[in-house]
C-alpha cells in the first residue's frame, strides 16, 4: 500500500513493542490519516465491530492478532485456556457474515493448543498472526496476477483503449492486509502500462467506495470516477463499462458470494448487459461447509443510523448530519447474496475458476 510515496500495511505489529498492534484506523479516511494502537482482546473487538477495520482478509488477519493479544493479557495459571476460548468466541461475534474471521481465530486455536507452557503458546500466537498476515497479502498479490489476464484480453480487444472497471464497496489495500482483491488485478494492470479507469460506487450507507476506493486510487494514480450507487446500469447500458471486479465476504463452495449490499443489483445490470462479472477473493473467504448462499448465509443487520446519519469534511472539521426525518426507521442490511448463475468467474489465488462446486474444488482438491 502506497500513502504520499511510503509503503504500509493496515495492520502490523508496532516496531519495537510486540505487545501492541497498529492499524489504520479507516474511520478518518479519506480526509485524516491516523494510526490506531491495540493492546487488548477488548479494543481489537472493539475496532472489528464498529469497523475502524473492515474487510474479509483484514478482519481474519486482525482476528489473528487480537488472539495472540489475548495470549498475553490470559492469566498465568490454569484458567488460561478458558481465558482464550472466551476471547475467541468474543472475536467471533463482533461480525457474523465475514467467514474469514473465524477462520483465522479456528486457526490460532488449533496452533496453540500444541504449546506445552504459556511462553510457547504466547509465541506459537505471534508467529501464526503473522503468518496470517503474510498469507493473506500473498494470496492477494497473486489474485492480482491472475485478474490482470482478463484486463489485458479487454484491453486487446480494444487496441489499447481504456478498460473501464466498475467495482463496489472497497475491495482493495483496506480490505486487506495489502494489495487487495478486487484492486490487486486494478493496480497490477495500471503499473504494466494498461489503460484503466474505475467506476467507483460510492456505495451507501457507509460510502467505503466514495471514502477508502477513491482515495486508494488517487494514492496509486490510477483513473477513477465516484458514482452514485444506482448509476451502474446506465452506465452498462450505454456501452460505458467493460467488467465489474467485486469482493466477497463469504463465498460458498458453490459459488454464492456474499459481498456489500448492493452487489447483487450490479450483477443483474451486468447480467442483463452481458457484461463480464467477477468476484476475487482469497480462499481464506470460502466456506467449505455452505452450499446454498441465499439459505445459509447470515446477512449482518447493522445500526440504522449509518443510513440516517452521514459523516463528511465541513470547515475543516468532521462532522455528522441527519438525513432523514429523525423519527423514522431504518433497515441496514449490510450484505447481499449473489447467486452463482450471476457471476462470471471467480479469481483466486490459485487462478479463475467458474463459479459452481465442481470448478471451485479442482482449484482446491484438497477440499474434496
Not at 441496514?332 to 462470471?344: C, H, K, Q, W
Amino acid at each position: 500500500m502506497n500513502i504520499n510515496g511510503k509503503a504500509f500495511r493496515t495492520i502490523w505489529v508496532k516496531p519495537g513493542d510486540e505487545k501492541v498492534i497498529q492499524i489504520i484506523d479507516q474511520r478518518h479516511l479519506p480526509h485524516q490519516f491516523v494510526i490506531e494502537e491495540l493492546e487488548t482482546v477488548d479494543q481489537m473487538a472493539t475496532a472489528i465491530k464498529d469497523m475502524h477495520l473492515r474487510g474479509a482478509g483484514l478482519i481474519g488477519a486482525a482476528a489473528g492478532f487480537g488472539m495472540y493479544l489475548a495470549t498475553l493479557e490470559a492469566p498465568g495459571n490454569d484458567a488460561f485456556d478458558q481465558y482464550i476460548l472466551l476471547a475467541a468466541e468474543q472475536l467471533k461475534s463482533t461480525r457474523p457474515t465475514a467467514v474469514n474471521l473465524a477462520w483465522a481465530v479456528n486457526k490460532q486455536l488449533d496452533a496453540i493448543q500444541n504449546g506445552n507452557t504459556i511462553r510457547e503458546k504466547i509465541n506459537i500466537a505471534f508467529t501464526i498472526a503473522n503468518e496470517i498476515a503474510d498469507e493473506d497479502a500473498e494470496h492477494c498479490r497473486r489474485i492480482g496476477e491472475h485478474g490482470l489476464k482478463l484486463i489485458e484480453a479487454i484491453s486487446e480487444t480494444k487496441n489499447g483503449g481504456t478498460v473501464n472497471i466498475l467495482t463496489h464497496c472497497n475491495a482493495g489495500w483496506l480490505a486487506f492486509v495489502d494489495y487487495g482483491s478486487a484492486s490487486s488485478a486494478i493496480y497490477t494492470a495500471h503499473d504494466k502500462g494498461i489503460n484503466v479507469h474505475v467506476w467507483v460506487d460510492e456505495t451507501r450507507p457507509r460510502n467505503q467506495g466514495a471514502s477508502l476506493t477513491a482515495w486508494e486510487m488517487a494514492q496509486h494514480g490510477v483513473p477513477n470516477t465516484i458514482i452514485a450507487d444506482n448509476t451502474g446500469g446506465h452506465l452498462m447500458q450505454h456501452g460505458l463499462v467493460d467488467m465489474v471486479i467485486v469482493g466477497s465476504d463469504r463465498t460458498t463452495y458453490t459459488g454464492d458470494v456474499a459481498n456489500k449490499i448492493g452487489t447483487y443489483l450490479k450483477a443483474l445490470a451486468a447480467h442483463d448487459n452481458n457484461i463480464p462479472f467477477y468476484a476475487a477473493l482469497p480462499s481464506s473467504s470460502i466456506d467449505w461447509q455452505m452450499e446454498d448462499g441465499l439459505k445459509e448465509i447470515v446477512i449482518e443487520e447493522r445500526n440504522g443510523d449509518e443510513v440516517k446519519y452521514m459523516e463528511g469534511l465541513c470547515d475543516g472539521e468532521i462532522k455528522k448530519v441527519l438525513l432523514t426525518p429523525f423519527t423514522s426507521k431504518a433497515a441496514n442490511y449490510a450484505f447481499d447474496v449473489t447467486p452463482a448463475r450471476l457471476i462470471t468467474g471467480i479469481i483466486t489465488e490459485r487462478g479463475i475458476c467458474e463459479p459452481n462446486k465442481e470448478s471451485i474444488l479442482n482449484l482446491f482438491p484438497e477440499k474434496k
